[in-house]
């Protein structure tokens, strides 16, 4: 097939990209706004997705994902405007399935475990930009009712492969750097703040399972559907390093009025219309990305 990835050479993007060639389809990828790793020379990176005509398949994956920026005017012109133009023109050019990344911030501080039908409460202006994108999704679906809509509502993502990503890497690899460096690593309040962190590859695989399974247009969770305190992840660290733990500096949390204290997913939506369940708990995820790490 031919597929078009919006932020292919990002830390998603080139683990989905990496997939989707290995298996034989025609792959394209947007030209990055942000820190990106090196492009795959079997995916043509492209100035303007609208030369390409029509694809079988989009995976918008590109998207401004500071949690700490503040400015929801940013937010809109690089999240919110960047996918009403490319659904848009998807829907007009003949495509029959976009697959989209969403958030589980839209949930905010919401009861977990997050079922999608929930209330959301975005705390910051990524998690209004993903709100917002949800929306022009369902919407634009009504007018072209013959294409496929699948909205994934990423949690915790980590795995090798994000250095690039600078402050917006995840607390999983920022807290390896650090215990790696021989450095303690620093938590909020007791470290006690669950994260349902779900690893890179299960994220491509639940990409794969929206393209290849989905008959219908959805937005579902995609997390490993467990969460764990960052107690517990330093820990888990330190044990597969095979290194002797320092205990963790405990200090005040900055960011209280915007901070998720703990995500979690209910996984059975993905289950049901994605036939999709993760395979890596944090223990093995750990093991696998370090493996990894080596290799590359």
């Known amino acids: 097939m031919k597929i078009l990835v919006t932020g292919g050479t990002g830390f998603v993007g080139s683990h989905l990209v990496d997939r989707l060639v290995s298996t034989g389809h025609e792959v394209y990828s947007t030209k990055p706004h942000m820190g990106h790793k090196e492009q795959d020379v079997r995916c043509p990176v492209i100035d303007d997705y609208r030369d390409l005509g029509k694809v079988d398949v989009v995976f918008h994956l590109a998207a401004n994902n500071d949690t700490l920026e503040t400015d929801d005017c940013i937010m809109y012109k690089e999240n919110v405007s960047y996918s009403l133009e490319l ?83 995840s607390m999983v690899s920022q807290l390896i750097n650090r215990v790696k ?43 490993y559907g467990k969460a764990y305190t960052f107690n517990y992840l330093v820990s888990a660290i330190y044990k597969t390093l095979g290194q002797s733990a320092l205990a963790p500096v405990y200090i005040m949390n900055p960011y209280k009025s915007s901070y998720q204290s703990h995500t979690e997913c209910d996984m059975r939506e993905a289950r049901m219309h994605l036939e999709f369940t993760p395979k890596y708990n944090l223990k093995n995820g750990l093991l696998d990305y370090f493996k990894t790490e080596r290799i590359i």
Not at 105 to 122: C, D, F
Not at 186 to 193: I, Y
Not at 197 to 207: F, M, P, Q, R, S
């Open 87 to 169: 659904f848009q023109w998807a829907c007009e050019t003949g495509c029959r399935k976009i697959v989209y990344a969403s958030s589980t911030a839209v949930y905010g501080n919401g009861a977990t475990p997050y079922q999608e039908s929930q209330k959301l409460s975005p705390l910051n202006a990524y998690a209004r930009s993903k709100v917002a994108v949800e929306i022009i999704a369902q919407s634009m679906n009504k007018k072209h009712q013959d294409v496929i809509f699948v909205g994934l509502r990423y949690c915790n993502i980590y795995g090798p492969g994000e250095s690039h990503k600078g402050h917006r890497m």
């Open 181 to 223: 460096a021989d450095k303690r690593v620093q938590l909020f309040a007791n470290g006690e703040q669950r994260r349902d962190w779900i690893y890179v590859k299960d994220v491509v695989a639940g990409n794969i399972a929206a393209m290849q399974n989905c008959v219908k247009s959805c937005i579902v969770n995609c997390g």
